[in-house]
């Protein structure tokens, strides 16, 4: 179970950056971590952990998909196009997995092998230019939005 909170939103901080660390399309802000807690799990072993047991290695998976204009800019690099009421330009939000790699958007990604009690997920945010104009990216509100759904496999 996921704790309780208004529509089990997680927001994430992104912090302001300055136009001038961006330097061309595909440079990148500091990651900002993030985690999401799954409560009350069952890591579903067998008592002796026979041969057979086909619990051995579930995870908990998770599936990114844009929400309220945000959308998948490359699912392959994690990169999530920023939201309708966003006003920024030439910017997208890359999330990463918790090994600094891009976490592909759109499709069940195995993220960690669930523990009994609490498994905690962690990931990261940045920034990225996508823009190539010689100007660089332009200022302003910069938002994306996901829905995410955990499957347990």
Do not use: H
Request: aromatic share 8%; with cysteine.
């Amino acid at each position: 179970s996921l704790p309780q909170a208004t529509g089990n939103i997680i927001e994430v901080p992104m912090r302001s950056w300055e136009k001038r660390v961006f330097n061309g399309k595909g440079t990148f802000t500091d990651t900002q971590p993030f985690g999401i807690t799954l409560n009350s799990c069952l890591a579903g072993t067998y008592a002796n952990n026979p041969s057979w047991n086909y619990f051995k290695g579930n995870n908990a998976n998770i599936r990114l998909d844009g929400a309220k204009g945000s959308t998948i800019i490359n699912a392959d690099g994690g990169i999530l196009g920023l939201n309708s009421s966003s006003t920024a330009k030439g910017v997208a939000v890359q999330v990463l997995k918790q090994d600094g790699t891009p976490l592909p958007l759109g499709v069940d990604v195995p993220v960690a092998q669930v523990q009994d009690g609490v498994t905690n997920l962690q990931f990261g945010a940045r920034y990225i230019q996508t823009s190539t104009a010689a100007t660089g990216p332009q200022p302003g509100a910069a938002n994306a939005t996901a829905n995410f759904t955990i499957t347990y496999k």
